[in-house]
């Protein structure tokens, strides 16, 4: 794919040469050869400019002049204001990350020997289609953590420092001798005393949540100077709670469950109960209450709600990321292919650090690409519409609106060309600068 | 390139060799993961997209099935618009390329009034969004009635094809050494015999590089068939969007058909990489 790059247009061709007609042409002739050329440019890209911009000045039917209406809304109306906000969000995160990535990819990727392998891992999203992309990352943005692998690995990475609990849902059934302790904890109704056993019976557990471990509850057995018990689900299946608040053959410990001993407010004692929901407590807890707390019940966690209204942007422009650093790393790539190894080399053999000279030379004299590269992302970020449309979920569209979607809609669902035609001229302003850079670089070379 | 190797040795002595490598890695696999995603997501039955992630299929390889695809290949809908697709490409493609590369010879070589205003016109028209010409051309498609058609979607696509493909024919023609031409003329050769016979033979690998871009850009667009295509017309892109609405209970229609969609431009990127490259670079300006 080096290679590749060589041979393409990354310098510009030099034009210059004053090259008289070979050929002789007549006039006649080099009209035909532009002819079709001249003719479908006119009528599919310069009149729509024109149409659009005398559109844009006229009321939504057409038939009345408007003057400035049609732009007062851009700031005004709702819809465009959120697309105007999310599309500065676009314009200066979008370029610069991709921007950012594929400097370090180029960078990096000279170092190992399979490097062209990894851009092409990296480039390929570029030859598929957005939509593809789009459901690619519908997929991948899956809310449930079963399916969607964004918060499959969230969830992973969450639980590997948090502690999930293991009971969500757990309540206390008829006639328990627990009730609600405020905050999701459960407490027993009267204090418990050294050499008693004690139940701790609950429902609601679905059976496919229960512990892996728990086994078939066992009633504890009273010991001296220490308070017993069983915390468990007091539930048989199909037959209801069998043996209210006691112990029956097919009801499964609750393993794992924690268990405190509570006094005036404090806790004096805690124990975790063994997979067959046995637990012992020391003397100390003797009249105390005793709670099962609020981290035995949490629901668990589920992860991020990518597609939701607050991240939806974030995570569209991550697809686009994704599709396009590939493009950023190639040009840059390219452009690094051009620096002269002896200025790295020579900031070397001067003691500079790797750092210092990929900071103090190799961005210095790649500045020409980054700056085309970014450019060209910025131009190509302002007509973002289709990951935006397949990516938002119809609840959280309005959300992650951009200009072009919001374009879409006025114009072609909303019935108000008007405003629509507003927002393309809008976007054509924006990108005047880029053209006119353009055309004044070609004239410079065309002239010379 | 040996001199390049060097270096990337000597780097790798600097840096830990060993980090980068494991970085370079943990990021192709984050590259490649959406994609295998789907792919394995197109191979599982309905019901087993309904019940778990596509991972399980590492455990549970037989839950692989190409029942998904069969059953795709007889939506009517879908086969309809994966003609649709060919239909539309190849001709915007071919049209693009005879079209710019009679106008990008013309800018190159020959001689006329206003030739450099009138290029650098076409270069201004490069960076022109699309969005500004879907009103009006839906307008004008509309009032000669082929609005909705599979010609006015290859019409908008060639439109707006255009400023590249002469921008870069024009500049890759005007490379052509002014002897070959000379001389061909001086064998008796006229206007189009030297067009076809000696400036396309040697533009070849410009014209391979639009051609493949331009076959992409268009295979690959939503918009454009969105708003110009009807349902007899529409395109697979168009086809699948549809049923993005009702995402969620459509995988087993959704991800085969995403992946049908990019096969053919995954094999086009993977034969011709190096004109993709050099188109893509060629269109940075775009």
Same mark, same amino acid.
């Given at each position: 794919?080096?290679?590749?790059?060589?041979?393409?247009? !990354?310098?510009?061709?030099?034009?210059? #040469?004053?090259?008289?007609?070979? +050929?002789?042409?007549?006039?006649?002739?080099?009209?035909?050869?532009?002819?079709?050329?001249?003719?479908?440019?006119?009528?599919?890209?310069?009149?729509?400019?024109?149409?659009?911009?005398?559109?844009?000045?006229?009321?939504?039917?057409?038939?009345?002049?408007?003057?400035?209406?049609?732009?007062?809304?851009?700031?005004?109306?709702?819809?465009?204001?959120?697309?105007? #906000? &999310? &599309?500065?969000?676009?314009? !200066?995160?979008?370029?610069?990350?991709? +921007?950012?990535?594929?400097?370090?990819? =180029?960078?990096?990727?000279?170092?190992?020997?399979?490097?062209?392998?990894?851009?092409?891992?990296?480039?390929?999203?570029?030859?598929?289609?957005?939509?593809? /992309?789009?459901?690619?990352?519908?997929?991948?943005?899956?809310?449930?953590?079963?399916?969607?692998? =964004?918060?499959?690995?969230?969830?992973?990475?969450?639980?590997?420092?948090?502690?999930?609990?293991?009971?969500?849902?757990?309540?206390?059934?008829?006639?328990?001798?627990?009730?609600?302790?405020?905050?999701?904890?459960?407490? +027993?109704?009267?204090?418990?005393?050294?050499?008693?056993?004690?139940?701790?019976?609950? !429902?609601?557990?679905?059976?496919?949540?229960?512990?892996?471990?728990?086994?078939?509850?066992?009633?504890?057995?009273?010991?001296?100077?220490?308070?017993?018990? +069983?915390?468990?689900?007091?539930?048989?299946?199909?037959?209801?709670?069998?043996? *209210? &608040?006691?112990?029956?053959?097919?009801?499964?410990?609750?393993?794992?469950? #924690?268990?405190?001993?509570? #006094?005036?407010?404090?806790?004096?004692?805690?124990?975790?109960?063994?997979?067959?929901?046995?637990?012992?407590?020391?003397?100390?807890?003797?009249? /105390?209450?005793?709670?099962?707390?609020?981290?035995?019940?949490?629901?668990?966690?589920?992860?991020?709600?990518?597609?939701?209204?607050?991240?939806?942007?974030?995570?569209?422009?991550?697809?686009?990321?994704?599709?396009?650093?590939?493009?950023?790393?190639?040009?840059?790539?390219?452009?690094?292919?051009?620096?002269?190894?002896?200025?790295?080399?020579?900031?070397?053999?001067?003691?500079?650090?790797?750092?210092?000279?990929?900071?103090?030379?190799?961005?210095?004299? *790649?500045?020409?690409?980054?700056?085309?590269?970014?450019?060209?992302?910025?131009?190509?970020? *302002?007509?973002?519409?289709?990951?935006?449309?397949?990516? =938002?979920?119809?609840?959280?569209?309005?959300?992650? &609106?951009?200009?072009?979607?919001?374009?879409?809609?006025?114009?072609?669902?909303?019935?108000?060309?008007?405003?629509?035609?507003?927002?393309?001229?809008?976007?054509?302003?924006?990108?005047?600068? !880029?053209?006119?850079?353009?055309?004044?670089?070609?004239?410079?070379?065309?002239?010379? | 390139?040996?001199?390049?190797?060097?270096?990337?040795?000597?780097?790798?002595?600097?840096?830990?060799?060993?980090?980068?490598?494991?970085?370079?890695?943990?990021?192709?696999?984050?590259?490649?993961?959406?994609?295998?995603?789907?792919?394995?997501? %197109?191979?599982?039955?309905?019901?087993?997209?309904?019940?778990?992630?596509?991972?399980?299929?590492?455990?549970?390889?037989?839950?692989?099935?190409?029942?998904?695809?069969?059953?795709?290949?007889?939506?009517?809908?879908?086969? %309809?618009?994966?003609?649709?697709?060919?239909?539309?490409? $190849?001709?915007?493609?071919?049209?693009?390329?005879?079209?710019?590369?009679?106008?990008?010879?013309?800018?190159?070589?020959?001689?006329?009034?206003?030739?450099?205003?009138?290029?650098?016109?076409?270069?201004?028209?490069?960076?022109?969004?699309?969005?500004?010409?879907?009103?009006?051309?839906?307008?004008?498609?509309?009032?000669?009635?082929?609005?909705? %058609?599979?010609?006015?979607?290859?019409?908008?696509?060639?439109?707006?094809?255009?400023?590249?493909? $002469?921008?870069?024919?024009?500049?890759?023609?005007?490379?052509?050494?002014?002897?070959?031409?000379?001389?061909?003329?001086?064998?008796?050769?006229?206007?189009?015999?030297?067009?076809?016979?000696?400036?396309?033979?040697?533009?070849?690998?410009?014209?391979?590089?639009?051609?493949?871009? @331009?076959?992409?850009?268009?295979?690959?667009?939503?918009?454009?068939?969105?708003?110009? %295509?009807?349902?007899?017309?529409?395109?697979?892109?168009?086809?699948?969007?549809? @049923?993005?609405?009702?995402?969620?209970?459509?995988?087993?229609?959704?991800?085969?058909?995403?992946?049908?969609?990019?096969?053919?431009?995954?094999?086009?990127?993977?034969?011709?990489?190096?004109?993709? $490259?050099?188109?893509?670079?060629?269109?940075?300006?775009?």
């Amino acid at each position: 794919m080096t290679s590749a790059t060589a041979a393409g247009g !990354v310098k510009p061709p030099a034009v210059g #040469k004053s090259r008289k007609s070979v +050929t002789g042409t007549r006039r006649i002739v080099a009209a035909l050869f532009l002819l079709p050329a001249l003719v479908l440019l006119g009528a599919l890209v310069v009149y729509p400019i024109g149409y659009s911009v005398v559109r844009s000045f006229y009321d939504q039917s057409g038939d009345g002049f408007a003057g400035i209406d049609n732009y007062k809304s851009l700031f005004t109306d709702e819809g465009i204001r959120t697309a105007l #906000k &999310n &599309n500065v969000i676009w314009v !200066v995160f979008a370029p610069t990350v991709a +921007t950012a990535l594929g400097l370090i990819f =180029a960078v990096l990727t000279e170092r190992v020997r399979w490097g062209t392998a990894f851009k092409l891992v990296v480039f390929m999203p570029m030859a598929i289609s957005m939509l593809a /992309a789009g459901i690619i990352f519908r997929l991948v943005y899956d809310q449930d953590p079963d399916k969607g692998v =964004a918060n499959a690995v969230w969830v992973g990475v969450h639980d590997t420092f948090t502690q999930a609990s293991a009971f969500p849902k757990a309540h206390p059934g008829r006639q328990s001798p627990l009730e609600p302790a405020g905050g999701g904890a459960f407490i +027993t109704k009267s204090p418990v005393r050294a050499g008693e056993t004690v139940s701790l019976p609950l !429902v609601g557990v679905a059976p496919d949540l229960m512990p892996d471990g728990a086994k078939p509850a066992v009633a504890a057995k009273p010991q001296p100077d220490k308070i017993t018990g +069983t915390t468990w689900q007091d539930f048989t299946r199909g037959k209801g709670v069998g043996k *209210l &608040n006691s112990v029956d053959a097919a009801e499964l410990g609750y393993a794992g469950m #924690k268990i405190e001993a509570v #006094k005036d407010g404090k806790v004096v004692a805690s124990a975790t109960a063994a997979d067959d929901g046995t637990f012992t407590l020391p003397a100390s807890a003797d009249g /105390a209450l005793l709670r099962l707390p609020d981290s035995n019940f949490k629901e668990p966690y589920n992860g991020l709600d990518w597609l939701g209204p607050s991240l939806v942007t974030p995570s569209i422009i991550g697809a686009y990321i994704w599709m396009w650093a590939g493009f950023a790393m190639v040009l840059i790539a390219a452009g690094l292919a051009g620096v002269p190894r002896e200025l790295l080399e020579a900031a070397r053999v001067d003691g500079a650090s790797e750092w210092q000279v990929f900071r103090r030379v190799t961005v210095p004299l *790649l500045a020409p690409v980054l700056a085309v590269v970014t450019v060209t992302l910025m131009i190509n970020v *302002l007509k973002v519409f289709d990951l935006v449309f397949i990516i =938002a979920p119809g609840s959280s569209q309005d959300d992650a &609106n951009v200009l072009a979607l919001e374009l879409y809609r006025k114009g072609f669902s909303e019935d108000q060309p008007g405003i629509a035609s507003a927002i393309s001229v809008f976007l054509l302003l924006l990108v005047i600068p !880029v053209m006119w850079f353009n055309v004044r670089r070609l004239r410079r070379e065309v002239r010379r | 390139m040996k001199a390049k190797q060097s270096l990337g040795s000597r780097l790798a002595e600097g840096v830990s060799g060993g980090l980068v490598r494991v970085l370079l890695i943990v990021v192709g696999l984050f590259w490649l993961v959406p994609t295998i995603g789907l792919l394995l997501s %197109s191979l599982r039955s309905p019901e087993d997209i309904a019940a778990s992630g596509w991972w399980k299929v590492f455990t549970e390889p037989s839950q692989l099935t190409f029942d998904s695809y069969a059953k795709l290949l007889e939506n009517e809908d879908i086969t %309809s618009s994966l003609v649709n697709t060919v239909w539309i490409t $190849v001709p915007a493609t071919l049209l693009v390329v005879i079209i710019g590369s009679l106008a990008g010879y013309a800018f190159a070589w020959m001689e006329f009034p206003g030739r450099d205003w009138w290029f650098l016109g076409v270069v201004g028209l490069l960076v022109v969004p699309v969005q500004v010409a879907l009103i009006p051309i839906a307008e004008l498609f509309g009032s000669i009635g082929i609005f909705g %058609s599979v010609i006015g979607v290859v019409l908008f696509h060639v439109g707006f094809g255009l400023p590249f493909a $002469v921008f870069l024919l024009r500049n890759f023609f005007a490379e052509i050494p002014r002897e070959l031409l000379e001389a061909a003329r001086l064998d008796g050769a006229g206007e189009l015999r030297l067009f076809f016979r000696v400036v396309m033979p040697l533009g070849a690998p410009a014209i391979a590089a639009l051609g493949i871009f @331009q076959f992409l850009w268009v295979w690959n667009d939503l918009l454009v068939a969105l708003i110009f %295509s009807d349902s007899g017309s529409q395109p697979i892109t168009v086809a699948l969007q549809t @049923q993005v609405r009702q995402f969620g209970n459509n995988i087993d229609v959704l991800a085969p058909g995403a992946f049908i969609s990019m096969v053919v431009p995954l094999v086009v990127f993977f034969a011709f990489q190096r004109q993709f $490259v050099s188109g893509v670079m060629a269109g940075a300006v775009k």
